[in-house]
């Protein structure tokens, strides 16, 4: 479970930033570089997988809360 949190916080740290179409978009490019990088690791594919599929929601709130804050 650390791995899937690391995991979450580098997604969410690539996303702090931009208007929330920007972000979307930087959340999906982080998702393929992370796929790209597993190689075909089934580990670190489920990994991954395990953030999208458990808790898209909290992923999704991350991307859309963030341009609350911007004035």
């Known amino acids: 479970m650390i791995i899937h ?3 979450y916080d580098d997604l ?3 996303i702090d ?3 929330p ?3 979307i978009a930087l959340l999906l490019r982080g998702i ?3 796929i790209k ?3 075909l ?3 670190k594919l489920n990994d991954l997988t395990s953030i999208l599929s458990e808790h ?3 992923l999704a709130r991350t991307v859309l809360r963030k341009n609350l804050t911007v004035v």
């Open 5 to 7: 949190n690391r995991l």
């Open 56 to 58: 898209p929601d909290k």
């Open 32 to 34: 393929v570089d992370r």
């Open 12 to 14: 969410c740290y690539e």
């Open 17 to 19: 930033s931009g208007t």
């Open 37 to 39: 990088a597993a190689n």
């Open 41 to 43: 690791n089934p580990v």
């Open 21 to 23: 179409e920007e972000r």
